[in-house]
């Protein structure tokens, strides 16, 4: 039987990403709150203004780069009186994240980036690689996530272990929450996504959580992935040596490939005959490639209820083709048998805390109002109206160890209320789409590129 | 001599090979998928070419005598397309002031001539003089203007490229108006190669990049470049790992660039280029409208603001070892 109460529930099972007490503005709009999507507009707007106030105050005394950001815009903590003053703060591009040094000023870098408290962390070698640095972070408790878009260039962010935990509470409570018809934590499930033991790409690291959510996980990748093998994966390649790695990474991945898809199929075989509740979570290509083997095969299956599955990281299957999100779910319907309100998007990037999440209704992007503020900005960064495109921005009132004010490269549509469902509060159409020339990223590009074999 | 031809840069590099090299096989495979829509927009274009006019001055007399660099030191003496010692390059470096005004003033007046004055188009690729005497030019044709003048002068200039990704803007105007290059970019998620110049002015070398005109830099929205001004994160993103130094254009650069833009895809840099004539022409009109150095003023405090600066502070709790 699927649970109760989702709250209860995961807060039993994820009592290790909660703080003894909860104390701050920011804990208390994450850890307080029965649902995250389903708040009256009013209690949500209380808890998303204290977090968000709360975390751009800590920023403002605690992060010397930041403080210099407001002051060049004229802005101080006692500017923000209401949400109505959000649009104030200011924002820093994602580009920023972007526009590192390498060696021993990567690691002083990260540093000055951070908001908290650097623990001790020491770097040996005098000139140490972007891998050297993350690995000496993490043997001090923080978490420098990473991703990378088609010029190679890599996007940083430092979580120490508070906004790490935080973030790993938010992303389990988001997504069990859209699928808690579905829910149940004697589940098993199959990560489409590299094993987050085994790298700090973030797609890999942000859903660790689903060891605790779920009975039993498999992997589709099971590789170690490093910043270095992340680049070359993406084709950049920086000398002869890189570019043999290249080549024996490609080489070996047709094996691994079709040893994942064989695990897919012989997984989704057993668990149907086990009668197994499951969940496939990570990029929908992946799943794809499973659902193509079936096909071939001629097999299909009746999870019904049973299944769920839910995507991230984007769409994108081929060098030039998109998956369409609806296809997708009529291949899983057909041919796994889940229905599409089991069939659900999760969006999330490398700079953020908050987890957009469709609704089973009617598959558009929920916000968890309760820390996390959207903005869709024009060009000059004035928000767009209800119903126009825009570029998505961010105020994350969790991210504590890095100013999470941030605007995308990813062009959304903002709804003042969905259409399909009766939550609270505005939502983005079910597709998210990369801003013209911004380079071409998405986790799920990551993955497709890791795997590719040609 | 084998050394100086490796140093002018004759022999391609092996970076910039893997970067050419490793473009050209999407552009063919795009091509070689829209075979007709290929040999429909070339026949087009045959009979719809673009007109870019004739350059807006007179390039100076040459008059026997005036001064010139005859150094054979490296960034001075000529390379392959960048012909410091060609009449009318040393007749237009001696009238834009080269051995009269200081350094940084000459190279400015280079600058500025080269900037304000050559067009931007995807033409096959000849030496500085043709560029000169046609007015238009990609910006590699124009880096070598720039740098053949500036070494006319006695200073020493430098190449710089790389592959890159572009601003949206840029994106609409000049990639998405051609399906084939769209298909090329988004396949590759980079244009394959861009460069500015360097040149060397009081112990620096100082960024140059001509490409734009006021005009498309207006149109596009984006700051009017000045010298020493780099591109690098205000319309391009660089390819890590694909920036190179050169001294001079390698042999054969041209070879599959002029194969492409004459006869293989001449409808669509054809519509490249009459997209970014548009473009020139709108932007001739904000700036009419605004005044150059106010639409600059605002638009550079936009830029300036958008990407932050960190400075890096010692961090008593980080230890290298
Ligand atoms: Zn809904």
Same mark, same amino acid.
């Given at each position: 039987?699927?649970?109760?109460?989702?709250?209860?529930?995961?807060?039993?099972?994820?009592?290790?990403?909660?703080?003894?007490?909860?104390?701050?503005?920011?804990?208390?709009?994450?850890?307080?709150?029965?649902?995250?999507?389903?708040? &009256?507009?009013?209690?949500?707007?209380?808890?998303?203004?204290?977090?968000?106030?709360?975390?751009?105050?800590?920023?403002?005394?605690?992060?010397?780069?930041?403080?210099?950001?407001?002051?060049?815009?004229?802005?101080?903590?006692?500017?923000?009186?209401?949400i109505d003053d959000f649009s104030r703060i200011p924002l820093i591009t994602h580009k920023f994240f972007k526009d590192y040094p390498?060696?021993?000023?990567?690691?002083?870098?990260?540093?000055?980036?951070?908001?908290?408290?650097?623990?001790?962390?020491?770097?040996?070698?005098?000139?140490?690689?972007?891998?050297?640095?993350?690995?000496?972070?993490?043997?001090?408790?923080?978490?420098?996530?990473?991703?990378?878009? $088609?010029?190679?260039?890599?996007?940083?962010? &430092?979580?120490?272990?508070? $906004?790490?935990?935080?973030?790993?509470?938010?992303?389990?409570?988001?997504?069990?929450?859209?699928?808690?018809?579905?829910?149940?934590?004697?589940?098993?499930?199959?990560?489409?996504? &590299?094993?987050?033991?085994?790298?700090?790409?973030?797609?890999?690291?942000? $859903?660790?959580?689903?060891?605790?959510?779920?009975?039993?996980?498999?992997?589709?990748?099971?590789?170690?992935?490093? $910043?270095?093998?992340?680049?070359?994966?993406?084709?950049?390649?920086?000398?002869?040596?890189?570019?043999?790695?290249?080549?024996?990474?490609?080489?070996?991945?047709?094996?691994?490939?079709?040893?994942?898809?064989?695990?897919?199929?012989?997984?989704?075989?057993?668990?149907?005959?086990?009668?197994?509740?499951?969940?496939?979570?990570?990029?929908?290509?992946?799943?794809?490639?499973?659902?193509?083997?079936?096909?071939?095969?001629?097999?299909?299956?009746?999870?019904?209820?049973?299944?769920?599955?839910?995507?991230?990281?984007?769409?994108?299957?081929?060098?030039?083709?998109?998956?369409?999100?609806?296809?997708?779910?009529?291949?899983?319907?057909?041919?796994?048998?889940?229905?599409?309100?089991?069939?659900?998007?999760?969006?999330?990037?490398?700079?953020?805390?908050?987890?957009?999440?469709?609704?089973?209704?009617g598959h558009y992007f929920h916000i968890p109002q309760n820390y996390f503020h959207v903005r869709v900005i024009d060009d000059d960064?004035?928000?767009?109206?209800?119903?126009?495109?825009?570029?998505?921005?961010?105020?994350?009132?969790?991210?504590?160890?890095?100013?999470?004010?941030?605007?995308?490269?990813?062009?959304?549509?903002?709804?003042?209320?969905?259409?399909?469902?009766?939550?609270?509060?505005?939502?983005?159409?079910?597709?998210?789409?990369?801003?013209?020339?911004?380079?071409?990223?998405?986790?799920?590009?990551?993955?497709?590129?890791?795997?590719?074999?040609? | 001599?084998?050394?100086?031809?490796?140093?002018?840069?004759?022999?391609?590099?092996?970076?910039?090979?893997?970067?050419?090299?490793?473009?050209?096989?999407?552009? #063919?495979?795009? @091509?070689?998928?829209?075979?007709?829509?290929?040999?429909?927009?070339?026949?087009?274009?045959?009979?719809?070419?673009?007109?870019?006019?004739?350059?807006?001055?007179?390039?100076?007399?040459?008059?026997?005598?005036?001064?010139?660099?005859?150094?054979?030191?490296?960034?001075?003496?000529?390379?392959? @397309?960048?012909?410091?010692?060609?009449?009318? #390059?040393?007749?237009?470096?001696?009238?834009?002031?080269?051995?009269?005004?200081?350094?940084?003033?000459?190279?400015?007046?280079?600058?500025?001539?080269?900037?304000?004055? !050559?067009?931007?188009?995807?033409?096959?690729?000849?030496?500085?003089?043709?560029?000169?005497?046609?007015?238009?030019?990609?910006?590699?044709?124009?880096?070598?203007?720039?740098?053949?003048?500036?070494?006319?002068?006695?200073?020493?200039?430098?190449?710089?490229?790389?592959?890159?990704?572009?601003?949206?803007?840029?994106?609409?105007?000049?990639?998405?108006?051609?399906?084939?290059?769209?298909?090329?970019?988004?396949?590759?998620?980079?244009?394959?190669?861009?460069?500015?110049?360097?040149?060397?002015?009081?112990?620096?070398?100082?960024?140059?990049?001509?490409?734009?005109?006021?005009?498309?830099?207006?149109? *596009?929205?984006?700051?009017?470049?000045?010298?020493?001004?780099?591109? *690098?994160? #205000?319309?391009?993103?660089?390819?890590?790992?694909?920036?190179?130094?050169?001294?001079?254009?390698?042999?054969?650069?041209?070879?599959?660039?002029?194969?492409?833009?004459?006869?293989?895809?001449?409808?669509?840099? !054809?519509? #490249?280029?009459?997209?970014?004539?548009?473009?020139?022409?709108?932007?001739?009109?904000?700036?009419?409208?605004?005044?150059?150095?106010?639409?600059?003023?605002?638009?550079?405090?936009?830029?300036?603001?958008? !990407?932050?600066?960190?400075? @890096?502070?010692?961090?008593?709790?980080?230890?290298?070892?």
């Amino acid at each position: 039987m699927p649970v109760e109460n989702v709250k209860e529930t995961l807060d039993e099972i994820l009592h290790d990403y909660i703080p003894s007490s909860i104390s701050t503005p920011s804990e208390k709009a994450l850890y307080e709150p029965d649902t995250f999507y389903g708040l &009256p507009q009013k209690k949500a707007d209380e808890y998303r203004y204290g977090a968000i106030k709360y975390a751009f105050r800590h920023h403002y005394e605690n992060n010397r780069f930041y403080r210099e950001v407001c002051r060049e815009n004229g802005v101080t903590p006692d500017d923000i009186r209401s949400i109505d003053d959000f649009s104030r703060i200011p924002l820093i591009t994602h580009k920023f994240f972007k526009d590192y040094p390498s060696g021993r000023d990567f690691a002083v870098w990260l540093a000055n980036l951070m908001s908290t408290e650097v623990p001790k962390v020491v770097i040996k070698g005098k000139n140490p690689s972007f891998d050297d640095v993350i690995d000496a972070f993490a043997e001090a408790g923080v978490v420098v996530a990473f991703s990378s878009g $088609t010029t190679g260039k890599f996007t940083f962010i &430092p979580r120490d272990a508070w $906004t790490y935990k935080m973030g790993q509470y938010a992303i389990g409570r988001s997504a069990i929450e859209m699928l808690k018809h579905w829910y149940e934590p004697d589940a098993s499930g199959f990560l489409l996504f &590299p094993n987050p033991k085994k790298t700090n790409i973030y797609v890999g690291k942000v $859903t660790n959580v689903m060891y605790d959510l779920v009975k039993d996980v498999q992997v589709a990748i099971d590789r170690e992935i490093t $910043t270095q093998i992340l680049r070359i994966s993406m084709g950049v390649t920086f000398n002869f040596k890189e570019k043999m790695m290249s080549k024996m990474i490609k080489a070996a991945s047709k094996k691994m490939n079709e040893d994942m898809v064989k695990r897919m199929v012989n997984w989704i075989d057993e668990m149907y005959k086990k009668g197994e509740r499951i969940l496939f979570a990570g990029a929908p290509f992946i799943l794809n490639m499973a659902l193509d083997r079936l096909e071939e095969e001629g097999k299909s299956y009746d999870f019904g209820e049973r299944g769920a599955v839910l995507t991230g990281g984007g769409w994108k299957i081929h060098e030039d083709k998109r998956l369409p999100v609806e296809v997708f779910r009529e291949r899983v319907g057909k041919i796994l048998g889940i229905p599409p309100e089991n069939c659900l998007d999760l969006y999330a990037m490398v700079e953020s805390n908050g987890f957009l999440v469709h609704c089973p209704e009617g598959h558009y992007f929920h916000i968890p109002q309760n820390y996390f503020h959207v903005r869709v900005i024009d060009d000059d960064g004035e928000d767009v109206a209800y119903g126009e495109e825009g570029r998505f921005a961010f105020l994350d009132g969790i991210a504590m160890s890095y100013p999470g004010f941030i605007s995308t490269g990813d062009k959304v549509k903002i709804h003042e209320r969905c259409p399909a469902c009766g939550r609270e509060g505005p939502v983005l159409e079910p597709e998210v789409e990369r801003i013209k020339g911004e380079e071409i990223r998405g986790c799920a590009e990551e993955m497709r590129r890791i795997i590719m074999e040609e | 001599m084998f050394r100086e031809w490796r140093e002018k840069g004759y022999i391609m590099p092996a970076r910039m090979l893997r970067v050419t090299m490793g473009a050209l096989p999407s552009l #063919i495979k795009v @091509l070689l998928r829209h075979p007709v829509y290929v040999m429909k927009s070339n026949l087009a274009a045959r009979k719809n070419a673009v007109d870019l006019g004739r350059p807006s001055y007179e390039i100076p007399e040459y008059v026997e005598g005036m001064p010139y660099c005859k150094s054979n030191e490296r960034y001075l003496r000529p390379t392959h @397309l960048c012909n410091p010692h060609a009449k009318e #390059i040393i007749a237009l470096a001696n009238h834009l002031g080269a051995y009269k005004l200081p350094d940084w003033e000459f190279a400015e007046n280079v600058f500025n001539f080269v900037k304000k004055n !050559i067009k931007l188009a995807f033409v096959g690729m000849d030496r500085e003089v043709d560029t000169l005497r046609r007015g238009t030019g990609t910006c590699v044709h124009q880096l070598s203007l720039f740098a053949a003048l500036c070494r006319a002068g006695g200073l020493k200039a430098r190449y710089k490229l790389y592959s890159l990704a572009l601003v949206e803007p840029l994106y609409e105007n000049m990639i998405e108006v051609s399906p084939i290059m769209k298909s090329w970019y988004d396949a590759l998620g980079s244009f394959m190669l861009h460069g500015t110049a360097e040149v060397y002015i009081d112990g620096e070398w100082v960024v140059a990049d001509p490409t734009f005109t006021p005009e498309y830099e207006a149109a *596009m929205g984006l700051p009017l470049a000045k010298l020493g001004d780099d591109p *690098m994160g #205000i319309w391009n993103y660089p390819l890590e790992g694909t920036v190179m130094l050169l001294e001079g254009l390698p042999y054969g650069v041209g070879v599959a660039w002029n194969f492409l833009v004459n006869f293989l895809a001449k409808g669509e840099r !054809i519509k #490249i280029d009459r997209s970014m004539n548009e473009a020139r022409k709108k932007g001739r009109e904000i700036l009419d409208e605004m005044g150059e150095e106010e639409y600059d003023a605002s638009v550079r405090a936009k830029y300036e603001a958008k !990407i932050p600066k960190i400075t @890096l502070e010692k961090v008593p709790n980080l230890v290298f070892e």
